[in-house]
């Protein structure tokens, strides 16, 4: 497809552009052909330009321009030539009717109309020879020469200028590029055809779907799953922002972000990995202890056992003790336990 049409949408604040070919989608509602996004593609155009517009390049150019400029003269000889033959021929038609006896009228009419038809041919070159100097280019002299060599400072300094708008840069494009033709495969072929008819092909990764984008990077997430051997989300978030990273879009990290990490990398949160490790539930915890939850949790804000908190939510893991544990850390029986039960014996 060509560059065409060129739609724009914002991201992050700033106008990106898109190149789409909608096919038959405009007159029979299909699907549109293709789509790509256009930053790198732009980008590529412009690098291609920025390179042509060198000191080399110009001279080449100003060469080239002079040769043309040659033949062209050379032409308008040529074409000079033939209006002085026309003259020639008029002029000599004229002095042959000039010449000729009036008593004579039927080669006196013969004449003047074989004068008219060279007049009407010489009126004909004439005004061809008009038209033609006035389409031909005119010659670069000292001055112009200068201000073209110019552009191979001006011209990149003018594109690379991020105050420069993009509909300038547009035109810039326009007066060096005809068009540019684009296939999206595997990779993107870009068919870059100038101005004066010269083509050439440019090969460019498939620009990166906006997940691809926001994606964090892989640094980052190497951290998130390090950190989650010892920290809740929330906690991992703080870590992080205390690091100076970002997200994949650029923002600082919260619980919610740090959690989407962990869903679309298929990472382990914390309260997974100490599960794994060992570490029981409160329900597993009292049901193997026998104990209730209240005194469950008497005995873990006692320090009697080992506990922790596994997410943002507060929830407690237990570490199991073990038998001469659970003996050491048992309450002794009160008195009034001992006399009940030798009573009842």
């Known amino acids: 497809m060509t560059g065409k049409p060129r739609l724009f949408h914002l991201r992050s604040g700033k106008l990106v552009p898109n190149y789409v070919c909608f096919g038959r989608g405009r007159e029979f509602c299909d699907p549109a052909c293709q789509s790509i996004a256009g930053t790198e593609i732009d980008a590529a155009a412009g690098t291609l330009l920025v390179e042509a517009v060198t000191p080399m390049a110009l001279e080449l150019t100003l060469a080239v321009q002079r040769e043309i400029t040659a033949r062209l003269d050379e032409e308008d000889r040529l074409r000079?030539?033939?209006?002085?033959?026309?003259?020639?021929?008029?002029?000599?038609?004229?002095?042959?009717?000039?010449?000729?006896?009036?008593?004579?009228?039927?080669?006196?009419?013969?004449?003047?109309?074989?004068?008219?038809?060279?007049?009407?041919?010489?009126?004909?070159?004439?005004?061809?020879?008009?038209?033609?100097?006035?389409?031909?280019?005119?010659?670069?002299?000292?001055?112009?020469?200068?201000?073209?060599?110019?552009?191979?400072?001006?011209?990149?300094?003018?594109w690379a200028d991020p105050n420069t708008p993009a509909r300038e840069r547009k035109r810039m494009l326009g007066l060096l590029i005809e068009d540019v033709t684009l296939i999206k495969q595997a990779q993107i072929t870009a068919a870059v055809r100038f101005r004066g008819g010269a083509t050439t092909t440019l090969?460019?990764?498939?620009?990166?779907?906006?997940?691809?984008?926001?994606?964090?990077?892989?640094?980052?997430?190497?951290?998130?799953?390090?950190?989650?051997?010892?920290?809740?989300?929330?906690?991992?978030?703080?870590?992080?922002?205390?690091?100076?990273?970002?997200?994949?879009?650029?923002?600082?990290?919260?619980?919610?972000?740090?959690?989407?990490?962990?869903?679309?990398?298929?990472?382990?949160?914390?309260?997974?990995?100490?599960?794994?490790?060992?570490?029981?539930t409160q329900r597993q915890m009292s049901s193997r202890l026998g104990l209730t939850r209240s005194t469950l949790g008497r005995w873990r804000h006692k320090g009697r056992i080992k506990a922790r908190i596994c997410n943002d939510r507060g929830e407690w893991l237990y570490w199991p003790p073990s038998q001469g544990e659970i003996f050491a850390t048992s309450p002794a029986p009160r008195v009034n336990d001992i006399s009940t039960a030798r009573g009842a014996v």
């Open 80 to 158: 000079h030539r033939q209006v002085e033959r026309a003259q020639y021929e008029a002029d000599h038609a004229r002095h042959r009717y000039m010449q000729v006896d009036a008593a004579n009228r039927l080669v006196a009419e013969s004449l003047e109309a074989e004068w008219n038809h060279k007049l009407r041919a010489l009126a004909a070159v004439q005004q061809e020879y008009e038209r033609q100097r006035k389409a031909g280019p005119l010659a670069v002299d000292a001055q112009e020469r200068q201000r073209v060599l110019s552009l191979a400072t001006d011209f990149p300094a003018v």
């Open 203 to 280: 090969t460019l990764p498939r620009p990166l779907t906006m997940q691809q984008l926001r994606a964090t990077h892989d640094d980052v997430r190497r951290q998130i799953d390090a950190l989650l051997d010892e920290y809740t989300d929330a906690q991992v978030a703080r870590v992080l922002n205390e690091r100076t990273l970002r997200t994949g879009a650029g923002e600082a990290f919260d619980d919610v972000s740090v959690k989407w990490v962990r869903y679309a990398h298929r990472l382990k949160s914390l309260k997974q990995r100490l599960i794994e490790s060992g570490w029981l």
